[in-house]
């Protein structure tokens, strides 16, 4: 049986972009990482209300990233958390 392993990084919003339908986001953690997840139809996103640029954000993925500058992942869970 194999075990998918989940990661989570917390930061916030810095930047949404939406481009040919695709959403995705710029996330800065408290160390001042930048990294890019995807959201795509299978994403949930935990929020009270529309995510919005400055927001805190839990993002929990499948602990796969991209080599590149910055790291981009998919997001399997974005929580948005309450400002």
């Known amino acids: 049986m194999m075990h998918d ?10 930047r949404i972009n939406v481009n040919d339908g695709k959403t995705s986001l710029l996330i800065v953690d408290e160390k001042g ?22 927001q805190k ?3 929990i993925f499948n602990g796969i990233l ?3 500058i910055p790291p981009q992942g998919n997001a399997i869970i974005v929580n948005g958390l309450k400002i």
């Open 5 to 14: 392993k989940y990661d989570m990084i917390s930061g916030k919003i810095k």
């Open 66 to 68: 991209t080599r590149s």
């Open 33 to 54: 990482m930048e990294y890019i997840f995807h959201i795509n139809e299978y994403t949930i996103i935990m929020a009270f209300e529309n995510l919005k640029v400055g």
């Open 57 to 59: 954000v839990d993002i």
